[in-house]
């Protein structure tokens, strides 16, 4: 059992980091090859693309969340009807955000071929992510490693056509990465087994598990939206090159953070685990790992904000990377992970309203803040917004995690320490940052 765990932990991570690997290795080639004004446009299409998390409702959570126990007890039948069900249903969903997702790029840029284009792959990618899932459920890492191989060679497909045709070479990648994930032979044996060999669509199964859908989509989608809010505000708000600048600042961002949450990971599972058992010792557990862990974040954190300007700089030379917009990105990391302990301890608690509640007001205050601090700061608003409004987001998590009957007493003062910290980042952005118009 323990050579099992450690094979699937190794699987899990083999995967996360070769993905990781080849998106930092897109990131730093993509923008060479591409005007500042292009990069712009395909930061606004991976913008639009972000949202697809909405499209299935939130079914994908719910399956990630009842099919273990399904392949636990052995119930084939019970398996087939969900793999069916949410294959097609999330298969329809993509297939009406891709449409929308097209039309408002036409919108905005016209093109039909790349309207067509941004319309497409949210299908594709759809269905691979099913994949995913269906062997994440069924505990088969290897594949899962396997899969995740598999997009991350695709992935790179982007870098020769980009340096061929620059911008078009971008949208051709994006359907490459595309064609070649999906016409591999474990998918599509996954996706002919699931849907036209499977069990029948089941709308019983989608009627006991709507509520249920939304509530974590809400939370996960918002919650997604909210660690990028300043890309997303710059996407509509303001210039390509403007949009540009932000794509290489929250990308920066996202890198790394995408790093710290892994990190944190194996410490949110054995959360939710003793939770269920005694909320006092998950409490404990979390505030002993937190002792050696939030250190090492904040230290990662603190370093990526200090020289991550200069780097980024260093390497895109033809952006203009101004520091009133790329630190406070950056200095948004230092919220990460209060952020993600919290979250854990909400989402074990089953506070998902408050949660939801938590993570929809922090979105709102971002978007005002962004709003109001535009005619002092000009474009730099939406970068002080994503600072502000993560900050309020550890503020409101840290309420719903002591409000209530679930949690032990003394949970408030063991666990205000991050709050505060949380705080004095933004204070202190205010009290050294002068307040001038951005550009």
Known sequence: ???????????????????????????????????????GQTVFVLTLWSFQAFSDLGFSHVYNRRLPALHAA????????????????????????????????????????????????????????????????????????????????????????VALWNLPGWFVGQACIAAVVLISPSVRKNLRRSGTGGAPFSWNLIRK??????????IVGLWTQLLSVARLIASFRYPDAV????????????????????MYAPISVRTNALFGVDPSAAVNYVTEKNKVVLPAFLAFAIAAAAFGPWA??????????????????????LHVPAIVMFGSLLMASGKFMKYLTAVAASFLLSVVVAVLAEPALGVAAAALAQLVGLGALV?????????????????????????????????????LSPIRSGT
């Open 312 to 333: 980024l700089r260093t390497v895109f030379s033809e952006y203009s990377l101004e520091s009133a917009i790329v630190l406070p990105c950056l200095l948004s990391l």
């Open 395 to 431: 503020l409101m998590q840290y309420v719903a995690v002591v409000s209530g009957d679930s949690m032990p007493a003394g949970t408030r003062w063991r666990l205000g320490a991050a709050v505060v910290f949380s705080l004095a980042v933004v204070l202190a952005w205010f009290a």
């Open 243 to 262: 949009i540009a600048t932000y794509g290489l600042a929250t990308s920066s961002f996202q890198i790394v953070m995408l790093t710290l949450v892994s």
């Open 209 to 218: 598990n709507f509520s249920s859908a939304v509530v974590l989509v809400l």
């Open 74 to 161: 052995g119930d084939r039948d019970g398996i087939r009807s969900w793999d069916a069900t949410i294959l097609k249903w999330r298969l329809a969903g993509a297939t009406v955000f891709g449409v929308i997702a097209g039309c408002l790029y036409g919108f905005k840029y016209g093109g039909l071929l790349f309207s067509i284009l941004v319309a497409i792959v949210p299908s594709f990618s759809a269905a691979f992510l099913f994949c995913i899932s269906q062997a994440t459920v069924d505990s088969d890492f290897a594949k899962v490693r396997s899969l995740n191989f598999l997009q991350a060679g695709a992935r790179l497909l982007v870098i020769p056509v």
């Open 1 to 39: 059992m323990a050579k099992r765990q450690l094979d699937q932990s190794f699987d899990s991570l083999a995967g996360n980091v070769i993905q990781q690997f080849t998106g930092v290795l897109v990131f730093l080639v993509v923008p060479k090859f591409l005007g500042v004004e292009e990069y």
